[in-house]
């Protein structure tokens, strides 16, 4: 069975050709900006035609990178699990368990739309 685009991971896809103008922006630069966003003003700020405006081009032209608005939360879920750090196992599985929950609320308190992502 050939994968099909939309089973194939985001990131992968992102050097898929697709028809028009060759692409300005990469998927790690418009990851960062969702997430800019997000924190600053909120989930309900994201949408195609608000990034393509602080991007200085038309709605329209996103759709080169991604397939919509999902594609636009993966990318941001994905950059925002990114900041995970896997320090070495202690042993201790009391002490590891509670080192990736004091990241876990601490990345949270960063992104603060990410539950609402994920939902």
């Known amino acids: 069975m050939t994968p099909t685009a939309s089973s ?3 990131w ?4 898929d050709p697709k028809p ?6 990469t998927l790690d630069q418009l990851a960062d ?16 035609r608000r990034i393509a405006d ?3 081009t038309a709605a329209a032209s996103l759709y ?3 397939d919509g608005k999902n594609d636009l939360l993966s990318l ?9 750090d896997y320090p070495p196992l202690t042993g201790n599985v009391r002490t590891d368990v509670f080192v990736m929950l004091d990241q876990a609320r601490a990345l ?7 539950w609402e992502g994920l939902a």
């Open 12 to 15: 992968l896809r992102g050097d």
């Open 20 to 25: 028009g103008s060759r692409r300005t922006y």
């Open 76 to 84: 941001m879920v994905n950059r925002v699990a990114a900041e995970y």
């Open 64 to 66: 080169r990178y991604v």
């Open 54 to 56: 602080d991007l200085g």
């Open 33 to 48: 900006m969702c997430v800019r966003l997000a924190d600053a003003e909120g989930l309900p700020a994201l949408s195609m």
């Open 108 to 114: 949270h308190r960063r992104h603060p739309w990410l």
């Open 8 to 10: 194939t991971s985001l």
